[in-house]
């Protein structure tokens, strides 16, 4: 299995990917009413060098901060605060979500999904425009092991509250779990996606990811050719169909 998406909820696709794909310098490539996928020019799915962010169609507005968030990388002082002042001109909104005195900055995108803009840091400086996948849950450490799995990362960084993955090419944005206070009470908004690949069985998958400690989840999906489950933390990810091959 690999990580393949970041899936954000939205009201208007098109316009989330128009901003996006701005802010990151990327392309919009599949797009319809409900769904719009944005990823660098000449990408060649599924690399690890990004993860496309697909934004689609919910009718449920946002109501509490995401537990999932994008942290975007900066090459100097003068660039970040270069990009903040962009992106405030795209449409980004300052925003306080208890961060206090810090050398990122937070923003929220036209939707009100919060990301942060960081200060420079040597780890980020190969990952693209994208520096981490941020997913807040309240024990990193118990949930890695299943990532891990689930991503097809491997393990970087570790420390108190806080474990790090990355593509075992090593290229690409990080996942980061990271410790955060409070409950899960709704369904996640911004979520992750991870697929077989070719030769694996899209079953199989989803056996071994639940004896990894996943849980079956039910969003309202209905009939659908993806599974919804959830992480051992609570969070939901879908696994999709195996990729097919030509």
């Known amino acids: ?127 693209g425009p994208v520096a981490a996948v941020v997913c807040g849950c309240a024990d990193p450490a118990a949930v890695a092991d299943f990532w891990e799995v689930a991503s097809g990362f491997a393990r970087h960084e570790s420390a108190d509250g806080f474990v790090s993955l990355r593509s075992r090419a090593g290229t690409g944005p990080f996942l980061e779990l990271l410790r955060v206070p409070g409950r899960k009470t709704v369904k996640d908004r911004v979520h992750l996606d991870v697929r077989p690949w070719a030769d694996e069985d899209q079953g199989t998958a989803v056996a071994e990811l639940i004896a990894a400690g996943a849980t079956q989840a039910d969003i309202g999906q209905g009939d659908v050719n993806w599974t919804v489950l959830a992480d051992p933390g609570g969070g939901e990810f879908c696994v999709l169909t195996p990729l097919m091959t030509a």
């Open 1 to 127: 299995m690999r990580l393949v998406h970041v899936v954000i909820d939205c009201a208007d696709p098109a316009s989330q990917a128009r901003f996006w794909s701005t802010a990151l310098g990327w392309e919009t490539g599949d797009q319809d009413d409900e769904e719009a996928v944005v990823w660098p020019a000449g990408y060649s799915y599924p690399a690890p060098t990004a993860l496309p962010l697909v934004f689609i169609t919910v009718p449920e507005p946002k109501t509490t901060q995401n537990r999932l968030h994008l942290d975007l990388a900066t090459t100097s002082v003068e660039h970040q605060r270069s990009q903040v002042a962009r992106l405030l001109g795209l449409g980004a909104k300052a925003a306080d979500i208890g961060q206090g005195d810090v050398p990122w900055t937070v923003l929220t995108d036209p939707e009100g999904n919060e990301f942060c803009v960081l200060d420079p840091r040597p780890v980020y400086r190969d990952t």
